[in-house]
């Protein structure tokens, strides 16, 4: 049974139960092992984020998911042991992302944002964090992940596993 750590920021938003809720739905469809790290004593998004990383250990895959946000169910089946990044993707909106190719080359800053998931032995070997307090966060994290490995590593899936509706509220 594959074990995965997901890592939710929280500003305690209601839509949080709703991000839980496709989490659950994945462990009983697909058999896996959730670790839910539900982090909301940081300041901002990259530190909660952080602090679940700090909780990582001994799962397969760790997942970010942000509490206005959800998974697909089957989204689990796309974490393939032979890569390390599986880029999971989004719809934002009415916008896909990555928008153009589904591939490794088309990802850079504006065309990927959290819908990411890292093997947890690579996160581990690797130990990069999130800067805090910067514009695009989430690129600044994954960039050098990408660096890390190569591109017959990184995974972007063709169907779309990550929702991120255009909230109206901001953290």
Not at 16 to 31: A, G, Q
Not at 141 to 155: D, G, M, S, W
Request: glycine fraction near 6%; hydrophobic fraction near 35%; include cysteine.
């Amino acid at each position: 049974m594959m074990k995965i750590d997901y890592i939710i920021p929280t500003v305690n938003r209601p839509s949080l139960e709703r991000t839980k809720k496709y989490i659950e739905l994945e462990r009983v469809t697909n058999e896996t092992k959730p670790n839910l790290i539900i982090c909301d004593k940081g300041k901002c998004a990259s530190s909660n984020r952080n602090l679940g990383l700090e909780q990582v250990k001994d799962s397969d895959w760790i997942v970010f998911v942000d509490d206005d946000d959800w998974l697909k169910v089957g989204h689990s089946k796309e974490l393939d042991k032979n890569f390390d990044i599986v880029v999971l993707r989004m719809l934002q909106g009415d916008i896909k992302i990555p928008r153009g190719c589904v591939c490794p080359e088309n990802l850079w800053y504006g065309n990927v944002g959290i819908n990411f998931a890292l093997q947890t032995d690579f996160y581990l070997k690797n130990k990069i964090k999130f800067q805090e307090g910067k514009l695009g966060e989430d690129w600044l994290f994954l960039r050098p992940h990408l660096f890390k490995t190569n591109k017959e590593r990184v995974k972007v899936t063709k169907d779309i596993f990550y929702f991120a509706p255009v909230s109206k509220f901001k953290n």
